[in-house]
């Protein structure tokens, strides 16, 4: 079963506007961890933000938030101010039970976003 | 650069033959994972090291495929027999033992024809 679910293969933005990046998982483990990175073009995956499944406040990383909303087990990324440079692909990844094992993650399958000018 | 590395960063190779890849983590990073990315889908977990102890495969990981983590610091990753199939973007990452956070290399890309 697909434990990570991004709806949007695509996504367009106006450079300077905000864009949210949809991302829904599925577990039952109550101890889990949830992951944004981005892949440009040149393939290096770069971790942009983590919340955890304890964490009370949603997660924010200059530009990058995360609009973490538990009981609907909803993971969204939030980007504002969006720059040509974002462009890329963004995935969404969770990392089940405790512990802090930070690379064992399923990945969503990814939304490419680009930034118009 | 310190950041993790990996080797080659693409590979052509023909069905049937074995290729090899390497990775080297951020130096004081105890963990090192293997993933494999085909094309539109994300990253898909194959395997993890904790120092040079492989802890975890993934049913991914057919008899074909061997990694290994001989001092843990560098990682080998074979595979041997190659098939079309094979075809996909072999990325590595490594993390402390008590980090939040995983870090990628810009992966090896292979190509078997």
């Known amino acids: 079963a697909q434990k990570i679910t991004q709806t949007q293969p695509g996504m367009f933005v106006q450079e300077k506007e905000a864009v949210t990046l949809d991302c829904t998982y599925d577990t039952s483990d109550p101890s889990y961890g949830l992951f944004w990175y981005k892949q440009p073009s040149s393939g290096e995956m770069i971790f942009l933000i983590y919340q955890g499944s304890y964490d009370q406040q949603n997660a924010t990383e200059g530009r990058y938030s995360l609009n973490f909303q538990k009981a609907r087990k909803s993971a969204n990324l939030v980007i504002s101010a969006s720059q040509l440079g974002d462009s890329a692909m963004y995935f969404c990844a969770m990392r089940e039970g405790q512990g802090t094992n930070a690379g064992k993650s399923t990945f969503g399958d990814g939304t490419t976003l680009t930034v118009k000018p | 650069d310190t950041g993790v590395s990996q080797d080659p960063r693409h590979k052509i190779t023909k069905r049937g033959q074995n290729v090899t890849f390497r990775c080297d983590p951020i130096?004081?990073?105890?963990?090192l994972y293997w993933y494999r990315q085909t094309l539109g889908q994300g990253p898909e977990f194959l395997t993890y090291?904790?120092?040079?102890?492989?802890?975890?495969k993934s049913r991914l990981l057919s008899d074909r495929f061997s990694a290994e983590r001989p001092k843990g610091s560098f990682s080998t990753l074979e595979i041997q027999r190659t098939e079309q199939g094979d075809s996909a973007m072999y990325l590595c990452?490594?993390?402390?033992?008590?980090?939040?956070?995983?870090?990628f290399g810009q992966g090896t890309r292979l190509t078997v024809v």
């Open positions: 090291f904790q120092n040079e102890a492989q802890l975890e």
């Open positions: 130096s004081e990073h105890n963990r």
């Open positions: 990452a490594s993390s402390s033992f008590w980090g939040t956070e995983a870090f």
